[in-house]
Nanobody, 120 residues
Framework: QVQLVESGGGLVQPGGSLRLSCAAAGFTFDIHTMNWYRQAQGKERDFVASISASGGSTNYADSVKGRFTVFRENAKNTLYLQMNTLEPEDTAVYFC?????????????WGQGTQVTVSS
């Protein structure tokens, strides 16, 4: 079955950096757009970034543009989110997502999430 496992979260001071990873399995990784979302405590889950199957096209939420970079290594079935100049407002659980359109695994799939806390 589809598996998405995030890692790399933690506690970081404002202005610091973190790199999140998402290891994918159970589907053909290199033909799917991949997404990052985040959910702060008490708030809805929000879009953060997406990357096309080849990695040639990316999109970002306005709040993270210029600070976050999404990239992927298709040979390793792994998605990344490089987060720089972190702000307290970036504190949230970060989720990896794939939307599979066809086949028995069609639908939205989510990882378990990784906590990012930005605090001094």
């Amino acid at each position: 079955q589809v598996q998405l496992v995030e890692s790399g979260g933690g506690l970081v001071q404002p202005g610091g950096s973190l790199r999140l990873s998402c290891a994918a399995a159970g589907f053909t990784f290199d033909i799917h757009t991949m997404n990052w979302y985040r959910q702060a405590q008490g708030k809805e889950r929000d879009f953060v970034a997406s990357i096309s199957a080849s990695g040639g096209s990316t999109n970002y939420a306005d709040s993270v543009k210029g600070r976050f970079t999404v990239f992927r290594e298709n040979a390793k079935n792994t998605l990344y989110l490089q987060m720089n100049t972190l702000e307290p407002e970036d504190t949230a659980v970060y989720f990896c997502n794939v939307h599979i359109l066809r086949g028995p695994a069609r639908g939205h799939h989510w990882g378990q999430g990784t906590q990012v806390t930005v605090s001094s």
